[in-house]
């Protein structure tokens, strides 16, 4: 299985910061990667696809980047709805392996 | 817009049958480019993927779980089923149904999840 890794696994920030989250997958997965936005609580919301793809409704102070082994999740001003768990996803191989997640605290 | 809502029981007994159901509303398991995954969140860790159903009625899952995973389809009621046998204390988790696009791999609609409690 593909391991994925995420830091921090978590962080402090307030609203109308800018915050990045970043991703790395124990071999290339050239842009198989996925972003999820998850409240306790709620349904995960996908946020971004195959790397850099914003999902549609999805703000667009949220992008991402990134190719191979190395990604990243950037908010570019934090909102109150912001604050939650991020987990990247692998869908180059199955079985699809999630991060651990990052949860952004105010 | 496509709602997914998971149902089944929220506590089992160890070495039992887990067994859930997932309803989908507002678009057909039979359309594609979709499949329909199973997947779970124990408390305080990540997310595991469990499997998934093909508009086939295929399945595929994950080879860590897979003797002990069913999945399947039931077209008539536009619904999906996981069940888990021999449980343990391990298995108890939010469970997740998830609509899967099967072009790009991601999940794109989530159900808001059931917590199943492995306890006797």
């Known amino acids: 299985d593909i391991q994925m890794t995420q830091s921090p696994s978590s962080l402090s920030a307030s609203v109308g910061d800018k915050v990045t989250i970043t991703c790395r997958a124990s071999?290339?997965?050239?842009?198989?990667l996925n972003w999820y936005q998850h409240k306790p609580g709620t349904a995960p919301r996908l946020l971004i696809f195959?790397?850099?793809s914003l999902q549609s409704g999805v703000p667009s102070r949220f992008s991402a980047s990134g190719s191979g082994t190395d990604f990243s999740l950037t908010i570019s001003s934090l909102h109150p709805e912001d604050f939650a768990s991020y987990y990247c996803?692998?869908?180059?191989?199955?079985?699809?392996?999630f991060g651990p997640g990052t949860k952004v605290e105010i | 817009q496509v709602q997914l809502q998971e149902s089944g029981p929220g506590l089992v007994k160890p070495s039992q049958t887990l067994s859930l159901t997932c309803t989908v509303s507002?678009?057909?398991?039979?359309?594609?480019?979709?499949?329909w995954s199973w997947l779970r969140q124990p408390a305080g860790k990540g997310l595991e993927w469990i499997g998934r159903l093909y508009i086939s009625g295929g399945t595929n899952s994950n080879p860590a779980l897979r003797s002990r995973v069913t999945i399947s389809g039931d077209t008539s009621k536009n619904r999906f089923s996981l069940e888990v046998n021999s449980v343990m204390a391990a298995d108890t988790a939010v469970y997740f149904c998830a609509r899967e696009n099967s072009q790009d791999y991601y999940f794109d609609i989530w159900g808001q999840g059931t917590l199943v409690t492995v306890s006797s």
């Open positions: 996803q692998q869908s180059y191989s199955v079985p699809p392996t």
């Open positions: 507002g678009g057909s398991i039979t359309s594609g480019p979709y499949y």
């Open positions: 071999q290339s997965i050239s842009t198989y």
């Open positions: 195959d790397a850099s």
